[in-house]
């Protein structure tokens, strides 16, 4: 009689709220929309998520302990592309301005340009792959088909120019394994005129679909100030209102000679800080990408690229910390040297591990659904989280 | 066709039992066909090929080769899933998806049942579907299937009611629920006869609605979330496999052809020819009535291929507070319509 | 401010725990501070008008080969564009350093990481766990001295 009563008196009506469990699933490692071996455990009342974990470290592959025993400086490049396998000439370039910090080398003026040229195509690549898969994400599937199609002419270009199209091994301490070919300037040209119309094609297809921005604007809110105390960075921190690009604001390479525009979110269809925010400033920045390469390789001067390559490479004793701005955010490399022609220590501080970090600030109080928008929005890498 | 038949064979159960396993001869077909119409159109809209080799022709006996590979699998059953049901799931979802087939008129010679009560039947027969969907996602003992499971009822019962409101209009006008009579009550040119150029534009709005709303029936893009595959690995068949599988993909591809097939009986005109008595005829009937139902297939695929999902509390949003009040509106003009030209 | 003014109003507010600074002759200019004393030096840094270091860029761990581990700290300001690096210095076994968490939220992970990968712990810290090695891992692989164990869980670990 007793035991009736109280279930009885559980019941909504009988002013004691019905008791809900809080359910804990698990997102992945394996699972379409985890973009990689990236393990989330959310707590959940229904389809309100209270707390996501994130669970990392299935894709660790050693990097950091791998450098301290390369034989030369030169042979941590081929390990730095596989940070963040979809951008893999961004790595490169981080490093290799790390080193040459170091060494006190100056490169000649047509490996700036190139370089420029190439980590601007890895910008381009790299977006592509982050909006189509997020249009996946969120259940469109025709753009991914699309972006994957025009990602084929950059990976085109990557391998006339140095034999890969993935992962390249291009960018050496010094200069570059292979000038380009005699018919780079015209193929460059016309990716630029064939692309700008496709950009207009995946905005008229996704960006400003209806469906799309009920999905992704005011979800996922990261405010400027949060982001950076988490010190996120990249298309994240520009999303939230914050204008901050390394090109501008801490120019390397020849980045202070050319002339582009930083897209910041405006909270043009939402709040200042959503996951539409975050997509529409990496839509901006591929036009910008666009942008800098024809000026770059208008100006492309003529040279020998590889005639700086040191014959040893033996940097003084001491450390630097060099930040470049890859395509995820700011890629920083803090390499420590005791004067042997071995790295003492090599630490990536990886955009996406640090953006990663934001993950459970964004989610508290979504639904699942929005933590697969959300999760997609960051772009994150697991090559490059995992290390 | 009965009396053929019956003439024939002299049999009555028997001859009940053919009619009955006459959709079959399409549904089947149809479903290995549309698998592959899918993966052509899917591909050509992402700007790629599809199936290219199996058979020859543009990969045409594609979902043959697959049909063939599934039932080759092993039978692999949850060891902590609760047996009965999740062996009787597929059986119930499939009733559900071809049991509507009953109801409906494939030619002027041919339906299965002439029932009076025809559409009523239709839509509470079809709301089986989310019983069996339910055991699906329940015996699978997988958090993500239940999860499915449970979105993909939610969804299905809410989107009766503007199914309901929208062939309610049609009723209004034809003054029946036999679908028989209705596409008779449609025969001659296709304007103004076919019902969704009369009483404009209320009828339109209605076909509109009931397409809409039917999408959200059969769990397809914009509305798939049961299947969200980017979120739930797959919903609630996640956990089948071989046969299983294939007979929750046939009972889908099923349900999808009836709900076009309804549309397009109420309001495109059954298996009327569109020029009058121009080619019209039992057997040009059939082809019509197909062709239409293939018609509204296709917009299907297309609108998947195109759109992206809608999440769960906005998909209930749309199917509650717009379309309900728009079929309200509907209902409600179609009504004083009616009434003023009696 | 430059390196010496940074390390100045350091010196002046916490005295002792300021160890030394190296703000010449290398690339990066850098101050040693005290282990126990990084969260108020970490605070100061972050709150005081003229330094205003808002953003943790970089967190490390590091093994000065000889029996010591260090962290690294660099930071950057955006308001006044400057930016220092801290160093401390913790014995192998049973180094303590105090966590930063609750200055910079980034520094939850990297944390994290420098304590999977090094072993020195973080007073303070909310979730001291390991992030990149699994949670059963016996040692801390980046130190120089580390040996890569024969089993874990019954599987061969070199292959």
Wanted: some cysteine.
């Amino acid at each position: 009689m007793e035991e009736n009563l109280a279930q009885v008196t559980t019941l909504p009506g009988f002013g004691r709220a019905l008791k809900t469990e809080e359910m804990v699933i698990n997102m992945g490692p394996q699972h379409p929309s985890t973009h990689g071996v990236l393990r989330l455990e959310l707590v959940v009342d229904g389809e309100v998520v209270i707390d996501v974990i994130p669970q990392l470290g299935y894709l660790h592959r050693c990097f950091e302990k791998h450098c301290e025993h390369m034989t030369n400086y030169q042979q941590v490049i081929p390990y730095a592309d596989r940070l963040d396998y979809v951008a893999a000439m961004s790595n490169e370039f981080g490093f290799v301005v790390a080193m040459e910090r170091l060494l006190k080398i100056k490169v000649p003026e047509r490996v700036e340009y190139i370089r420029v040229i190439m980590a601007e195509f890895s910008r381009i690549v790299s977006h592509l792959i982050a909006l189509g898969t997020y249009g996946m994400d969120i259940g469109a599937f025709t753009p991914f088909l699309y972006c994957m199609r025009d990602r084929e002419h950059v990976l085109d270009i990557f391998e006339e120019t140095c034999g890969a199209r993935l992962l390249y091994n291009y960018m050496w301490i010094g200069g570059l394994s292979h000038d380009v070919q005699p018919n780079f300037t015209e193929k460059v040209k016309s990716f630029c005129k064939y692309f700008r119309p496709k950009i207009t094609e995946l905005n008229d297809l996704l960006s400003y679909n209806k469906i799309f921005i009920k999905r992704t604007a005011n979800v996922g809110v990261l405010p400027g100030d949060v982001a950076l105390n988490y010190a996120v960075s990249g298309p994240v921190l520009r999303g939230s209102g914050v204008k901050w690009d390394l090109r501008k604001n801490d120019p390397y390479s020849v980045y202070d000679r050319l002339e582009f525009e930083i897209p910041v979110g405006r909270g043009l269809r939402g709040t200042v800080g959503d996951c539409w925010d975050r997509y529409m400033v990496r839509v901006h920045e591929m036009e910008q990408s666009v942008n800098i390469i024809e000026q770059a390789v208008d100006k492309l001067p003529s040279g020998d690229v590889q005639s700086a390559l040191p014959k040893r490479i033996r940097p003084d004793a001491g450390d630097i910390y060099a930040r470049t701005e890859t395509p995820k955010g700011e890629l920083g490399y803090y390499i420590v040297s005791d004067g042997t022609a071995t790295p003492f220590r090599v630490k990536v501080k990886s955009p996406c591990f640090v953006n990663l970090s934001a993950l459970p600030a964004m989610c508290r109080g979504a639904m699942i659904a929005d933590v697969v928008a959300i999760l997609g929005s960051i772009d994150i890498v697991l090559g490059e989280v995992d290390r | 066709m009965k009396e053929f038949l019956i003439d024939l064979l002299h049999n009555a159960p028997v001859v009940y039992t053919l009619m009955a396993l006459v959709p079959l001869l399409w549904v089947i077909p149809f479903a290995l066909f549309a698998v592959w119409w899918e993966r052509k159109i899917s591909a050509h809209m992402q700007d790629r090929l599809g199936p290219m080799r199996t058979g020859g022709w543009h990969g045409w006996a594609q979902t043959i080769a697959d049909i063939l590979k599934l039932i080759q699998k092993e039978d692999i059953i949850p060891s902590s899933a609760d047996r009965k049901l999740f062996i009787l799931a597929p059986y119930i979802v499939f009733a559900g998806s071809y049991a509507a087939y009953a109801a409906i008129p494939f030619s002027a010679a041919y339906v299965g049942s002439e029932i009076n009560i025809g559409l009523f039947y239709i839509i509470s027969i079809s709301s089986l579907v989310v019983v069996g969907l339910l055991m699906a996602g329940w015996a699978s003992n997988n958090k993500w299937s239940l999860f499915g499971a449970m979105r993909s009822a939610a969804q299905i019962v809410s989107y009766e009611v503007p199914v309901a409101l929208a062939v309610l209009a049609v009723i209004m006008v034809s003054g029946t629920f036999d679908l028989q009579e209705i596409n008779r009550l449609q025969a001659g040119w296709f304007f103004p006869n076919w019902y969704v150029f009369q009483k404009p534009p209320f009828l339109f709005v209605a076909l509109i609605i009931y397409f809409v709303a039917s999408l959200a029936e059969v769990n397809r893009t914009p509305f798939d979330i049961p299947e969200a595959e980017s979120e739930l690995v797959a919903g609630y068949h996640t956990e089948y496999g071989g046969m299983r599988f294939a007979l929750l993909f046939l009972s889908e591809y099923a349900n999808m052809f009836a709900v076009s097939a309804i549309a397009a009986t109420l309001f495109f005109g059954g298996w009327n020819s569109p020029f009058g008595d121009f080619l019209s005829g039992p057997y040009w009937g059939l082809f019509w009535f197909l062709a239409k139902g293939m018609t509204f297939i296709f917009v299907q695929m297309w609108l998947r291929w195109t759109l992206p999902r809608l999440r769960v509390d906005q998909l209930m949003y749309v199917g509650w507070k717009v379309l309900i009040p728009f079929a309200f509106a509907v209902v409600i003009g179609v009504g004083f319509w009616v009434v003023a030209a009696r | 401010m430059t390196p010496q003014e940074i390390f100045d109003a350091l010196k002046t507010a916490f005295g002792d725990a300021v160890i030394e600074g190296k703000l010449t002759g290398t690339i990066d200019p850098f101050i040693k501070i005290a282990p126990d004393k990084a969260r108020e030096i970490g605070l100061f840094l972050r709150d005081d008008p003229r330094l205003q270091f808002n953003v943790l860029m970089c967190l490390s761990g590091m093994d000065y080969a000889g029996g010591k581990l260090g962290v690294v700290y660099h930071l950057h300001s955006m308001a006044h564009n400057h930016k220092i690096v801290l160093k401390t210095e913790v014995p192998s076994e049973g180094g303590h350093v105090s966590s930063v968490e609750s200055v910079w939220k980034t520094a939850n992970w990297h944390e994290r990481e420098a304590y999977d990968l090094y072993g020195m712990t973080f007073d303070g810290h909310p979730d001291m766990r390991r992030i990149l090695m699994p949670y059963d891992w016996q040692g801390h692989p980046l130190r120089k001295d580390y040996q890569v164990p024969e089993f874990y869980n019954g599987m061969k670990v070199p292959y």
